[in-house]
């Protein structure tokens, strides 16, 4: 019995140290490619992580926690770190609940592109229009995903497939 408790707890420290690892990539990424990172044409390399709840139920809330770091150093201030770090989390859940769909992939470029672009084309100095700010967004977006994401999902079941829940 004692064993199986030991499992059980390492199992546990293995989901947390993932999570940690996670969040801290996502925020490392973000702060080391700040000058893309922000703004109507962005490019958050970090995106691609947004794919890993196909994989890991842990990386729900480290995607949300390590959104939510990274905007703090973002020019978008209290209304981005909040509303950023919330539809990350929505579409983190989202892309873990329909994990062994296609359209698991589909959810963290349109929230993204529709909700993200909804404040920013307010808060940004440019004056683009919100739809130009949905396409730029949710065209960087997919390429994190689709471009960087999809490979690391692949490259994580075929190299660690005892890792995943």
């Given at each position: 019995?004692?064993?199986?408790?030991?499992r059980?707890?390492?199992?546990?420290?293995?989901?947390?140290?993932?999570?940690?690892?996670?969040?801290?990539?996502?925020?490392?990424?973000?702060?080391?490619?700040?000058?893309?990172?922000?703004?109507?044409?962005?490019?958050?390399?970090?995106?691609?992580?947004?794919?890993?709840?196909?994989?890991?139920?842990?990386?729900?809330?480290?995607?949300?926690i390590?959104?939510?770091?990274?905007?703090?150093?973002?020019?978008?201030?209290i209304?981005?770190?909040?509303?950023?770090?919330?539809?990350?989390?929505?579409?983190?859940?989202?892309?873990?609940m329909?994990?062994?769909?296609?359209?698991?992939?589909?959810?963290?470029?349109?929230?993204?592109?529709?909700?993200?672009?909804?404040?920013?084309?307010?808060?940004?100095?440019?004056?683009?229009?919100?739809?130009?700010f949905?396409?730029?967004?949710?065209?960087?977006?997919?390429?994190?995903?689709?471009?960087?994401?999809?490979?690391?999902?692949?490259?994580?079941?075929?190299?660690?497939?005892?890792?995943?829940?």
């Amino acid at each position: 019995m004692e064993a199986k408790d030991d499992r059980g707890r390492e199992n546990t420290l293995r989901r947390i140290v993932r999570a940690g690892v996670i969040a801290s990539v996502y925020v490392g990424l973000t702060y080391a490619l700040a000058p893309i990172s922000f703004g109507q044409f962005q490019f958050r390399v970090a995106e691609a992580l947004t794919v890993l709840p196909i994989l890991y139920p842990e990386a729900v809330p480290a995607l949300f926690i390590g959104c939510f770091l990274a905007n703090i150093i973002g020019p978008y201030g209290i209304l981005d770190i909040v509303l950023g770090s919330l539809t990350t989390l929505l579409a983190a859940a989202l892309t873990r609940m329909f994990r062994k769909s296609a359209i698991a992939y589909f959810w963290p470029i349109a929230l993204n592109a529709f909700i993200v672009s909804a404040y920013l084309s307010l808060l940004a100095e440019t004056k683009a229009s919100y739809w130009a700010f949905v396409l730029s967004i949710g065209i960087s977006e997919a390429a994190s995903v689709l471009l960087v994401g999809i490979p690391l999902v692949k490259f994580l079941r075929t190299s660690y497939p005892d890792t995943i829940s």
